[in-house]
């Protein structure tokens, strides 16, 4: 199985900061990467795919990139909706899927 | 408009069984491959079963191979997880989501307990 670590568990920034966060593979998983956004009692969304695609809808101010066994998630002008739990999830080698144990977001 | 709407969470003794069901709207259900993931409280996110369109193939986590069971009616439009011997670490908001690898969608999540 292949497993994600994600870092850091938390995350504390201003309003308007960048902040990235991010996530490494045990393996190469050739870009086959995606990235959600769960919001404080709701559902995941999802944000990212290809580890670099945004998905329909989702703010500009979102980016990943990386490669290998390397990904990240870069927040940029940081606004107060984006309050959240960050995860990623490996999908180039299933089954298992498998996520990364999350980022907490909050604003200082 | 997608919707997912699961049902049928509550609190359930070990070693009893429960049945999860996700009513579909707002596309083709029958074209899509439909997944269960599910969040421990205040834990990660953790796949635990994926089934393809027409339910020929389904997938397992380990931890819930042989006790788990996705199925799927088409002409309901509906996704099922049948949980048989649940354990207390299967304590969890369940959530159905659509396509595959990779989960577009998601519903509103229906929450399982596990407890004497």
């Known amino acids: 199985d292949i497993q994600m670590t994600q870092s850091p568990a938390s995350l504390s920034a201003s309003l308007g900061e960048t902040v990235t966060i991010e996530c490494r593979a045990s393996?190469?998983?050739?870009?086959?990467l995606a990235w959600y956004q769960q919001k404080p009692g709701k559902s995941p969304q999802l944000l990212i795919y290809n580890a670099n695609s945004l998905h329909t809808g989702v703010p500009s101010r979102f980016s990943g990139s990386g490669s290998g066994t390397q990904y990240s998630l870069k927040i940029n002008s940081l606004q107060s909706e984006d309050v959240a739990s960050y995860f990623c999830q490996q999908y180039y080698n299933y089954p298992p899927l498998t996520f990364g144990s999350g980022t907490k977001l909050e604003i200082k | 408009e997608v919707q997912l709407v699961e049902s049928g969470g509550g609190l359930v003794q070990p070693g009893r069984s429960l049945k999860l069901s996700c009513a579909a709207s707002?596309?083709?259900?029958?074209?899509?491959?439909m997944a269960w993931v599910r969040q421990a409280p205040k834990k990660g996110l953790e796949w635990v079963a994926t089934i393809i369109y027409d339910g020929s193939s389904t997938y397992y986590r380990d931890s819930v191979k042989g006790r788990f069971t996705i199925s799927r009616d088409n002409a309901k439009s509906t996704l099922y997880l049948q949980m048989d011997s649940l354990r207390s670490e299967d304590t969890a908001t369940y959530y159905c989501?659509?396509?595959?690898?990779?989960?577009?969608?998601w519903g509103q999540g229906t929450l399982v307990t596990v407890s004497s």
């Open positions: 989501a659509r396509d595959l690898p990779l989960f577009a969608y």
């Open positions: 707002g596309f083709t259900f029958s074209d899509y491959a």
């Open positions: 393996e190469d998983i050739y870009n086959g």
